[in-house]
């Protein structure tokens, strides 16, 4: 294969990951693998078509075996921000919010979910205390 297709492979798999689906960060390391031949090729080494392939699976392979369980594991670990700085701040309630029932909120100028936990009913425009975030849903208390 020429080199600029390994190239456009290597691309292909990194976008059908990153944008379309979520592979677990395999197609990363066998798009790179890709990307890696393709640089081969470009820099003048011709192998014929059998040991590029070859190359190529052996790169991906040896990729996804020695570092994918690591980076995964650090990516997926990371928090997506610092949730628990928000555990006791406090968010208005548009709505009275029963216990054990949801409404949606602004707070921090995004939409979540706020979930009484408390025992008592927050009134409508009354302030609840967050417990805790969990996702996109903020755990919260009324604060009388």
Known sequence: MQWWTWFVLGTLLLAIELFAIDAQFFLIFIGAAAIVVGLIGMLG????????????????????????????????????????????QLVRIPEELAPGKSTRIEY??????????????????????????DG???HIRGTH
């Open 108 to 133: 921090r100028g995004a939409s979540w979910t706020a979930l009484n936990v408390g025992k008592n009913a927050i009134p409508a425009g009354e302030e609840g205390r967050i417990e805790s975030v």
């Open 45 to 88: 080494i011709n192998l014929p078509g059998w040991l590029q392939w070859l190359l190529f699976a052996a790169l991906a392979i040896a990729a996804v075996v020695t570092m994918r369980k690591q980076i995964y594991a650090k990516l997926k670990n990371r928090p997506h921000g610092k949730v628990e700085s928000d555990v006791h």
């Open 136 to 138: 996109l849903t903020l």
